[in-house]
């Protein structure tokens, strides 16, 4: 009978093929990770402000646009007598200018029974936004704080027109946008470079 090796080669063979426990990280390996990792993050962040700052605008710009659409249709569908007006300063603790002109509460749209251009406590709120305290929104065609829409859906007296900003920040900022609302009813979202919406 053939021996397959002498007893300590065939023991060594076992061993090799015993499974081997693999080693943990030490404590300053795991160390020096986390402070690299603390090193990049801190480089990475300053560059992601204004991709947040723009997210913020665009989604605060397309709540707007939407308010309006939305006042028009209703506006068609009640036979006029709706209002998009902006919420008071102060709003759920929003601090923003205390002038008509400066819409960064946010705003809501009513049933205007009375149709007097304005919401009182007493009328239906259709819908209501409250922007969120790093957006400034500034109304420019006029200081009004409302917006009556008449029974085809068309803004009652000027255009619309409005700048959203991040917080501080001027027209001129690449996160700015303008919300534009024509005569005849048309809302669309233009860049900075764009800004401010003219008359159309």
């Known amino acids: 009978m053939t021996q397959y090796g002498t007893s300590s080669t065939r023991l060594a063979w076992r061993f090799s093929l015993a499974p081997r426990w693999a080693g943990g990280f030490t ?3 795991l160390m020096v990770t986390v402070a690299i990792m603390a ?7 300053p560059s992601f402000t204004p991709l947040i700052e723009g997210w913020r605008v665009r989604q605060a710009a397309e709540q707007l646009q939407s308010s309006l659409y939305y006042a028009r249709s209703e506006a068609i569908k009640r036979g006029g007598q709706v209002v998009v007006e902006k919420l008071p300063n102060n709003t759920n ?5 205390s002038t008509t002109a400066s819409w960064g509460c946010g705003w809501f749209v009513c049933h205007d029974l009375n149709d007097n251009g ?3 406590s007493t009328e239906t709120v259709l ?7 790093q957006i400034e929104v500034q109304r420019t065609s006029s200081s009004g704080a409302t917006i009556k829409l008449n ?3 068309l803004v009652s007296g000027t255009w619309v027109g409005f700048n959203l900003t991040p917080k501080g920040k001027s027209i001129s900022n690449t996160s700015a946008r303008g919300v534009c ?3 005849g009813g048309r809302v669309h979202i233009i860049p900075s470079e764009k ?3 003219t008359a159309s």
Do not use: F, N
Not at 39 to 45: E, F, H, N, S, T
Not at 93 to 97: F, L, R, S, V, Y
């Open 27 to 29: 404590a300053i390996e």
């Open 39 to 45: 090193v990049l993050m801190a480089l990475a962040a």
């Open 93 to 97: 603790g929003c601090t923003t200018a």
């Open 118 to 120: 304005s919401c009182e």
């Open 127 to 133: 819908q209501r936004y409250d922007t969120p305290s």
């Open 151 to 153: 029974r085809w859906g």
């Open 181 to 183: 609302m024509s005569s």
């Open 195 to 197: 800004l401010p919406c």
